[in-house]
């Protein structure tokens, strides 16, 4: 049998088993599934939605029968990376997304066992009704997005459990043969202790389920952080590019000496802010399409921006939040100004002071302030919209009503996140690197460094580009591959690629390429889930 023949009849198996209304065909499932932000196209074999994790393992065993590779989303949100679309052609979507069980709760150790579908939103709402003290392991991508997906891409946020993968104790998967995976110590040892450790016992597997395509992950718990005390904000400036490098040290130097306080600390450069604060000036670009150096200083003095803005978190009990904030003052002397700290409620009475004030200062002072009271927002654990409009800064076309969804709005972007040793001469090289190489591809250089630990950042760095122009689309993918090289050649690297990076970073691969071949040879043989999913 062709493979033409060989998918047709796997998609008459599949509608015999989930239903007609279950299963798309190529043009629904390309209609439904096939918009990127990186304007990235792929062919559909189709789109199956699940709708009982029991049916995935004969999905799974109709897919083997006729070697039609699936390709698993939990929410399909994955914007900036690939949204729903795998990585090779001719795969069927398997939409987990209608699984929204909350499995279990733990309320009073604070565990969560969840299915594919359960949304930052959703978890959110539970925790509420149920007054549980427990905070939602935000990103910045929307209450609409997953956390399995997220923890499987191993994401990360800036509440105190910030490596989210890092949270997640048991995982339940279905594999390639049909058959399902579960950790040895749920076995032995029963469903609440492996709940509640995360290594098990024997070897380690659950993070082979992590950035690979070895499983249909079904379930999953996650530790989720006890709601402190108090939540504070920092806020600070630098006054001059050149206190980068001091700036870095000195927030080494608050990581390590208050582990456990501080939740991270996030480092963003002028144009970055300002994209989240100012609308884009389309009538003041200079000839590349960008915003001239001396337009983003009169913009900063307009909206009060200075070249860096630092943003971090604070977790504890009162007294030691409060004890927190004098070293950290103490830390940051003569480096950083208009140093500040705000908990959420500050931040939400001065976005409504800002919001009665008269005239054109007070209007902008509102929508940096209200920006702000949503960002600590997001701090405390409540999923929100506010960060997703950066996607729609370069697009030309209104907002819908709804939930924002840029691939869908025909926002272009894709993430560049590369890890960067927290080092002053390493983050100032980098900073130099992504100033120079955006913009010769006409991209904005807005520059996040966000603290993974003491020792590392992880640098997001969104190509933001106006996706349907073409022109513009080759220049962000080109810009994306001359930022991954130049990046490599300073020692950073991202930690995670979109679907179309694959192929590059197999490229790179040597050992580590075979050991992964030889375990997808033993786990998936026909390579029908996720094939190409990291090599
Ligand atoms: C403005 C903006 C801000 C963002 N902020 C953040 C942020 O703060 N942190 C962050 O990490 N990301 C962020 N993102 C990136 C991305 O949108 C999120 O990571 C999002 O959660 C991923 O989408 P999803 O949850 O729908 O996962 P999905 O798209 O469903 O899944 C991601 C990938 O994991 C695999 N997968 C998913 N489910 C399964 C399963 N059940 N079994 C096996 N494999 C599976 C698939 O290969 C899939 O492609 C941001 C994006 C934007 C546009």
Known sequence: MDFITRSSAALQAWRDLLGPAQVLDSDLAWREYGADTSGLQRRLVGALRVQDAEQVAPIVAIAARY??????????????????????????????????????????????????????????????????????????????????????????????????????TDLEAVLADGSSYRSALREAGGEDLARLFRWGIGPYFTGLFTQ???????????????????????????????????????????????????????????????AMTAPFPVDRLDERGLIPEAFVRQLGAQYQILPWTGFGTLYGPRRLVI????????????????LLFLSPEQAST??????????????????????????????????????????????????????????????GLRWYAPLVPMRPEAVRAYVEMVKRIAPAHGIEPLITLTSIS????????????????????AAASACYAELLEAGRGLGCFPYRVGVDGMDRLEGLLGESRTFHARLRGA?????????GRYG
């Open 454 to 473: 003491d020792r590392i950042f992880d640098s997001t760095i969104p190509v933001v580009f106006q996706r349907d122009d073409a022109t513009a689309q």
């Open 350 to 411: 001065l976005s409504g002071i800002a919001r009665r004030l008269p005239g054109g200062f007070a209007r902008r002072l509102a929508h940096t302030t209200g920006t702000l009271a949503k960002s600590l927002e997001l701090v405390a654990g409540r999923p929100n919209e506010t960060a997703l409009p950066l996607c729609y800064w370069r697009n030309p076309r209104p907002l819908t009503d709804g939930p924002l969804d840029p691939a869908r709005d025909g926002c």
């Open 323 to 338: 004890a927190a904030q004098r070293e950290i003052r103490q830390a940051l002397s003569g480096v950083a100004s208009r």
């Open 67 to 168: 070697e039609v590779p699936l390709y698993p989303i939990s929410t399909g949100k994955n914007w900036g990376y690939g949204t729903a679309l795998p990585v090779r052609d001719d795969c069927v979507i398997l939409d987990l997304g209608a699984l929204r069980r909350i499995i279990h709760f733990d309320a009073e150790l604070g565990v969560v066992t969840l299915e594919p579908g359960v949304t930052q939103g959703q978890l959110a709402d539970f925790l509420d009704q149920g007054g549980h003290p427990f905070l939602v392991p935000v990103t910045g991508a929307g209450p609409h997005c997953s956390l399995i997906g997220n923890a499987l891409e191993r994401g990360y946020g800036i509440t105190p459990y910030t490596d989210h993968f890092g949270a997640v």
């Open 523 to 531: 786990f998936d043989p026909q390579g029908i889930l996720a094939p």
């Open 212 to 274: 690979s395509g070895f499983g249909i992950v079904t379930r999953m718990s996650i530790q989720l952080a006890r709601r402190p005390e108090c939540v504070k904000a920092i806020l600070f400036s630098l006054k001059e590019d050149a206190l980068l490098e001091a700036a870095v040290e000195r927030v080494r130097l608050i990581l390590q000496r208050l582990p456990g306080i501080v939740g991270g600390i996030n480092l963003m450069n002028q144009r970055r802010v300002l």
